[in-house]
T-cell receptor, first 114, second 117 residues
């Protein structure tokens, strides 16, 4: 069964460093998303992406965040200058169509900023 | 205001028994979808079941069913014949159709289910 994959599974970085989180969505899916989950809290939306453009973004997704689809398969989230409060699990998700389609999540990248 | 409310931070159920996890939602959009995801201790988010606002029947997927009461704005998850492997965090989530076609999921705070042998 096709699935969303994410790398790395864990990342430890120093405050102020740049990190890039990678995702490979399900191959025939066109809509992509990033969410994050701070430890013990609920899952929060960051950004949605379609046709090489950001569709929607939350207040969390400020100028230090960016997303890119550098090729036909990868979808990346870059955090330019990490802060302690960026420590969280980051989930990539994809859906085949727009509207109320189910979003399928990857296994997540656990980011720890020291 | 909270769009998704899960009032049970934790629930216990005996193995082989059924359990209901509560979820209420708030929206003025007539078209929306309700989702349940399972998050085991390993951390991944596993899609369980979907209910559309215009669906006439309650959704079912194997041992999972969704008790959809539109007038009460509730979408409770029912797990029948609980198994030890059902122990996990369960999140209710909603997508609204309004806005861009690429609307995000809004999640509740989750319910931690523990299945006891």
């Amino acid at each position: 069964e096709p699935e969303v994959t994410q790398t790395p599974s864990h990342q430890v970085t120093q405050m102020g460093q740049e990190v890039i989180l990678r995702c490979v969505p399900i191959s025939n899916h066109l809509y992509f998303y990033w969410y994050r989950q701070i430890l013990g809290q609920k899952v929060e939306f960051l950004v949605s992406f379609y046709n090489n453009e950001i569709s929607e973004k939350s207040e969390i997704f400020d100028d230090q965040f960016s997303v890119e689809r550098p090729d036909g398969s990868n979808f990346t989230l870059k955090i330019r200058s990490t802060k302690l409060e960026d420590s969280a699990m980051y989930f990539c998700a994809s859906s085949e169509r727009e509207g109320l389609e189910t979003q399928y999540f990857g296994p997540g990248t656990r980011l720890l900023v020291l | 205001a909270q769009k998704i409310t899960q009032t049970q931070p934790g629930m216990f159920v005996q193995e082989k028994e059924a359990v209901t996890l509560d979820c209420t939602y708030d929206t003025s959009d007539p078209s929306y979808g309700l989702f349940w995801y399972k998050q085991p201790s390993s951390g991944e988010m596993i899609f369980l079941i979907y209910q559309g606002s215009y669906d006439q029947q309650n959704a079912t997927e194997g041992r999972y069913s969704l008790n959809f009461q539109k007038a009460r704005k509730s979408a409770n998850l029912v797990i029948s014949a609980s198994q030890l492997g059902d122990s996990a965090m369960y999140f209710c989530a909603m997508r609204e159709r309004s806005g861009s076609g690429n609307t995000p999921l809004v999640f509740g705070k989750g319910t931690r289910l523990s299945v006891i042998a």
